[in-house]
């Protein structure tokens, strides 16, 4: 939160200046334009933008949009219906509660965004611009047109009063800004219910639509428009409505959340895909994990993803793999059972001498122990120490699990459906899933969660409350450290194999530490849902653009520094972390007024 000093006496009469649009047009002109422009983009996407079929998405039909097509048709709807509702047409009022031009800049831009990159992707991969068709030129100059005339609608917001005449970028990034949501309608419960199931559809079915795609180019197109759409639902006030629906019915929220979630491998044809969703959750349940250690106690845990390794360990020595060193094999809730109590103790034996550290030199004691961790697995190979984990060819031919009978290794027919393999491991992880969030709800609801935002937000004044803070930091690391090693015991069972290398500080493959830590920042701290995103976002970008691994760290990296730029609170940000990271107006100081003259006071035995 800024502080800002007075200088004066402030002048209750003056009024915000009012913002100018970043190209002058007139408003009726903008918006009509704006209109015409995503109509001409609507229309080319029936035509045909290239001759040759050699470009995946076959974009050489005429009257049926396909692969990139189908991207820039979406974003001009979108665009179209949202510039409609600034004319306050009947029955569109309610897409634009928040900003109402704001959106559809963000939605031109898009759309411009996802045409501009698929015409050149076309001519980067067929050899240049004269191997696009009239319909990519139709729908390019249309998407132009739309973004040039959306600038030069109003703002939705005067400057503020701090800046009243910004620089050109000043302006460009208070034009994508938008006020708060007007206050909703109250709705009758089953209604609210209703909106509620469309929205979890809706996010099921983009979700869906994503991992699906079958080729880089269109995933990148998918991210670009989705990028933007999301941004604009935002600046419109839909996602903070829908966000007051959910707060307001939380138990409908959870459960119409994993039914969405339970849905998804019935979505899908491919069973690459699925094992895509498998992987997502098992990331997405570590990272919860770590939401504990970090999100809630505020202990920077670098070496958190040898709990994971933990727990695959002991999942695999007891899972009567033909190269366990032990020779047994445990039902499956006693090895889920010995994966956890394994990383329990672990955390316990490393957090009870290091959590009486603090900061950085916490952190460089986990980053330690997450290094030692994976060299001591490949020492265990019967040369350098005790022969237990085979060094570094670890524990492959782990065996699939079975759960009263029903074998997850195998195809199975459900409701006409077939759920292979990894759709089998997706649902059993969904189950986890939803385990490990009741825990950390629970958790962050009772007191030991309150005791632990205390000592996040200020250890020494937490302990001066009375809070035992070495004994409730040490609870958070064993709690964290138990449900990375709940996981690792499925992960194990997913991947066949486990290997020391599987468990780096960074690398180029997920899991590994800086993943994890990323996927928990970049989501949202001390939230259930930003985790979640996060590790999705995480896992899911670099599956699909396998082209890009050289420079995945590389990307990585930017796009960190950019967030911690434009939205250091992360995706999904509770209210403490949208208090302390942008300014709410209130002052930190009270301004300076005058004190009241006061008559008919007297000195004492005057």
Not at 98 to 103: V, Y
Not at 315 to 334: D, H, K, N, Y
Not at 435 to 452: L, M
Not at 497 to 504: A, D, F, I, L, M
Request: with cysteine; net charge neutral.
């Amino acid at each position: 939160m800024t502080t800002k000093t007075p200088t004066g006496t402030p002048d209750s009469t003056k009024s915000p200046t009012q913002a100018t649009p970043l190209i002058p047009l007139p408003p009726a002109v903008a918006r009509i334009t704006t209109i015409a422009g995503s109509a001409v983009a609507l229309v080319g996407t029936f035509l045909a933008w290239t001759w040759t079929a050699e470009f995946p998405g076959d974009l050489t039909v005429t009257g049926y949009p396909g692969g990139l097509q189908v991207l820039t048709l979406i974003g001009a709807i979108l665009t179209l219906l949202f510039a409609l509702s600034g004319y306050g047409i009947r029955g569109l009022g309610w897409l634009t509660p928040g900003g109402t031009n704001s959106p559809v800049v963000l939605l031109a831009l898009g759309t411009f965004g996802t045409t501009g990159y698929a015409m050149g992707a076309i001519s980067d991969e067929l050899g240049g611009l004269v191997n696009l068709e009239p319909g990519a030129w139709v729908s390019g100059i249309g998407s132009l047109i739309a973004v040039i005339a959306a600038f030069g609608l109003p703002v939705d917001q005067p400057y503020d009063e701090s800046d009243p005449n910004p620089s050109l970028w000043g302006r460009f990034r208070h034009s994508l800004t938008a006020p708060e949501p007007r206050r909703a309608k109250e709705l009758p419960s089953w209604a609210e219910i209703l909106v509620i199931a469309a929205g979890f559809g809706i996010g099921l079915y983009v979700f869906s639509y994503g991992i699906g795609t079958d080729y880089s180019e269109l995933f990148v197109g998918f991210l670009i428009i989705a990028g933007f759409g999301f941004t604009a639902l935002t600046r419109a006030g839909l996602l903070k409505r829908l966000s007051a629906l959910t707060a307001k019915h939380r138990n409908i929220t959870v459960a119409a959340a994993f039914a969405a979630a339970i849905c998804f491998p019935f979505t899908q044809s491919n069973d690459q895909f699925a094992l895509i969703g498998a992987n997502i959750l098992i990331f997405a349940t570590v990272a919860l994990g770590l939401n504990v250690v970090v999100g809630l106690a505020g202990l920077l845990d670098l070496g958190y993803v040898a709990f994971l390794g933990v727990g695959a360990y002991a999942a695999a020595l007891v899972s009567g793999s033909p190269q366990s060193t032990i020779g047994v094999q445990f039902p499956f809730w006693a090895a889920v059972l010995t994966g956890a109590a394994a990383s329990l103790i672990f955390g316990v034996v490393i957090g009870a001498p290091t959590l009486r550290l603090r900061g950085d030199y916490l952190a460089i004691v986990t980053l330690g122990f997450g290094e030692i961790f994976r060299i001591t697995m490949n020492n265990l190979n019967g040369n350098s120490g005790p022969d237990v984990t085979n060094g570094s060819n670890g524990i492959p031919n782990i065996p699939d699990l079975e759960i009263f009978g029903y074998n997850l290794g195998i195809p199975h027919d459900v409701l006409g459906h077939q759920l292979t393999r990894s759709a089998n491991y997706y649902l059993l992880m969904l189950l986890f899933t939803a385990v490990v969030v009741t825990v950390f709800r629970r958790s962050a609801e009772s007191r030991i969660g309150r005791a632990w935002v205390a000592i996040r937000e200020d250890e020494t004044a937490a302990t001066a409350m009375g809070i035992n803070g070495f004994r409730l930091k040490l609870l958070a690391f064993a709690l964290g450290a138990s449900l990375a090693g709940f996981a690792g015991t499925v992960q194990a069972h997913v991947s066949y194999s486990v290997t020391p290398e599987q468990y780096q500080f960074a690398g180029s493959v997920p899991p590994n530490s800086a993943f994890l830590l990323a996927a928990v920042i970049l989501g949202g701290m001390g939230t259930i849902s930003g985790p979640l995103i996060g590790a999705a976002l995480l896992y899911l970008i670099p599956a699909k653009l396998q082209f890009m691994a050289d420079y995945q760290l590389l990307l990585f990296g930017i796009a960190l520094m950019l967030l911690m730029r434009f939205r250091p609170e992360g995706l999904v940000a509770d209210r403490r972390k949208q208090l302390e990271f942008h300014e709410t107006g209130q002052l930190d100081v009270p301004e300076d007024a005058e004190l009241p003259e006061t008559t008919g006071v007297a000195k004492a035995g005057a």
